[in-house]
């Protein structure tokens, strides 16, 4: 005689119960909090938790995906949902629904939305720099022309490795012809390598971007960049002091010189800022203003509206060596052996 079916339980198909060994067993239903205490040898299938709107769920280790921090890249470069939406070919509420979830994964606040014109909070700019490199890094690995032929990407912002770069050049084809050396200007502080787009960069000054690993391969001097027929032109040298009358131009992407070169109670009096070195020149040339930057500029950029002439006061500048902390291109140690040694050649 069979027995009535459990109405608290029902078989899944394909399913056989394990019959029941006695008299206790039958009709007894488990208390819930013993639902999780699996028997000796069982495997329980994974429970399924429903999302409560008002409880976001714990972060799982793989739910940031590559699409997350293209979304965030995207805004962090146009600094507007709309624009960045544009640029990836995806709606506005789809790219800010992604942001809101790569900042829940997080548990930071990337992106200050309090002001019309977003802005990367310090959280979001320390994590912008993380995030372009693993995104350079995993379309590296995909690009199948690279596993086959892998040059060496050395970037750099302006003046490249100054008086030492075609000695350099010229050096590394002949020693090491199957690893083509590519030379990289990139405006940027770091010249791209913070965001995985080179390999190493020729840096110039003091580079505090985290996870970088840096050497000094030698020191230049500094020139004041002044207009071609200005009174300054024609002198054999300057001091910090003879420019602060005029306005200074600045390169705020990736120059190094700023208001604090000079000391505090004789700043210049008016500054004006560019994005790149090619505009840092034609702004110069315009008679908009001078300009301060490493020696090596003057033969690296020269420009018949600008006239470079030595600065007697101004500190020098580290010429720097830089790479990511961590297994990179397997010729970054004969890039750096060949760079000391030209530099030793002088």
Do not use: C
């Not at 940027?188 to 690993?213: C, I, K, S, Y």
Request: charged letters at 20%.
């Amino acid at each position: 005689m069979s027995r009535p079916e459990d109405p608290g339980h029902t078989a899944s198909p394909g399913h056989h119960p394990t019959p029941a060994t006695g008299p206790a067993d039958r009709g007894h239903h488990p208390a819930p909090a013993a639902a999780d205490q699996a028997a000796p040898g069982h495997h329980p299938a994974p429970a399924i938790h429903r999302a409560d709107p008002g409880h976001p769920p714990a972060p799982a280790s793989r739910a940031v995906e590559l699409r997350h921090l293209r979304a965030f890249l995207a805004v962090a470069e146009e600094g507007n949902v709309t624009r960045a939406a544009a640029h990836l070919g995806l709606t506005q509420p789809a790219v800010s629904r992604t942001l809101a979830a790569l900042e829940r994964h997080l548990g930071l606040r990337l992106v200050d939305r309090s002001t019309h014109h977003l802005a990367l909070t310090p959280e979001g700019v320390a994590f912008r720099d993380k995030a372009a490199a693993a995104v350079a890094a995993f379309d590296e690995a995909l690009d199948t022309g690279r596993l086959r032929h892998w040059p060496l990407r050395l970037g750099h912002a302006w003046s490249a490795f100054g008086p030492y770069t075609t000695p350099l050049l010229r050096a590394w084809r002949e020693r090491h012809p199957a690893t083509p050396l590519e030379l990289l200007r990139i405006d940027d502080r770091t010249a791209g390598l913070t965001r995985g787009e080179v390999d190493a960069a020729l840096l110039r000054g003091p580079v505090h971007a985290p996870g970088l690993v840096t050497e000094v391969l030698f020191t230049e001097g500094r020139v004041a960049a002044v207009t071609a027929d200005g009174p300054l032109a024609s002198r054999a040298s300057l001091r910090l002091a003879d420019l602060v009358d005029g306005p200074v131009v600045l390169n705020t992407v990736s120059g190094i010189t700023t208001p604090e070169l000079w000391p505090p109670h004789a700043r210049p009096a008016a500054t004006l800022t560019v994005a790149n070195t090619d505009d840092w020149l034609a702004a110069i040339a315009a008679g908009r203003g001078s300009g301060v930057s490493a020696a090596s500029t003057a033969a690296i950029h020269p420009n018949p509206g600008v006239a470079y002439v030595p600065l007697d006061d101004a500190p020098g500048v580290p010429v720097l060596l830089a790479r990511r902390d961590g297994p990179g291109h397997p010729a970054l140690p004969k890039l750096a052996a060949l760079a000391r040694e030209i530099v030793a050649r002088g």
